[in-house]
């Protein structure tokens, strides 16, 4: 029985955690959990799994404030991410041993500052795929 490739992408939970403790360097985003293919996986499994994306902000957050921050962050990263999906695509059709699923306990920001000097949740979602397709060459 053939399965089509499942290159879907998913992102489990998103968590903001406002008036998170300033460090004396900031932290770049970075990549905690398992990047690369499964013992035992299925050969058409190649989704990528975000099971958290943290947001620590170091100001203070109403609720309001923090869902907006989240929806915008991962539907950008969510975006990010099926693009990396499509263009491993064709790879992952010729050679489906090759890729494999992709799954990232944690993907953590820490945004420094006064939220109106953030920057746009593009540029933080590229800080974030920088930091994972880092980690996902490094695998």
């Known amino acids: ?3 089509r490739l499942d290159l879907g992408v998913t992102i ?3 968590r903001v955690r ?3 403790t300033a460090e004396p360097r900031p932290r770049p ?11 035992g996986a299925a050969l058409h499994d190649h989704r990528v799994v975000i099971r958290e994306l943290h947001i620590d902000v170091e ?7 923090a869902r907006h921050l989240a929806r915008e ?36 920001v820490h945004l420094r500052g006064d939220p109106a000097r953030h920057p746009p949740s ?3 979602s590229l800080a974030l795929m920088t930091a994972f397709e880092g980690r996902l060459r490094d695998a």
């Open 59 to 65: 100001a203070e957050l109403d609720a309001a404030g």
């Open 122 to 124: 593009h540029q933080i």
């Open 73 to 108: 962050v991962a539907g950008e990263l969510a975006r990010r991410l099926a693009e990396l999906q499509a263009r491993r695509a064709p790879h992952i059709a010729r050679t489906p041993s090759a890729g494999g699923p992709v799954h990232v306990e944690t993907l953590r």
């Open 12 to 14: 489990e939970r998103v």
């Open 18 to 20: 406002a008036g998170a």
């Open 29 to 39: 985003a970075f990549v905690t959990g398992y990047l690369g293919a499964a013992a």
């Open 1 to 3: 029985m053939s399965h």
